[in-house]
């Protein structure tokens, strides 16, 4: 069964976070640690991955991927510092 994943991604001073959806988590990281994407993440240098979530559907994590995008930056940074505490870069825990 394929899974979809909702993360969050940020900058080494932790001032910008980025949410986002994929099917592939590893490459989808991958690409915005290695600005293969241009935008956003690029341009902020978001490199860290800090806070993801697995959903078996991907309508449910489009759904938490709204859900977290249309809340408070506090909120953001409440769920990252209860799953990872230290702001540790969680990049080799999936690669």
């Known amino acids: 069964m394929k899974s979809y994943f909702v993360y969050i991604m940020t900058n080494a001073r932790h001032s910008v976070l980025y949410t986002g959806v994929t099917g592939d988590l590893r490459r989808r990281v991958y690409e ?3 600005k293969m994407i241009e935008g956003f993440t690029s341009r902020y240098r978001v490199e860290k991955l800090v806070w993801y979530a697995v959903c078996e ?4 994590a489009i759904a938490r991927e709204k859900q977290i995008k249309a809340g408070s930056r506090a909120k953001k ?10 702001w ?3 990049w080799e825990d999936i690669a």
């Open 32 to 34: 915005h640690r290695e």
């Open 77 to 86: 940074i409440a769920l990252i510092a209860d799953f990872n505490p230290g």
């Open 88 to 90: 540790r870069d969680l």
């Open 57 to 60: 559907e991907p309508q449910g």
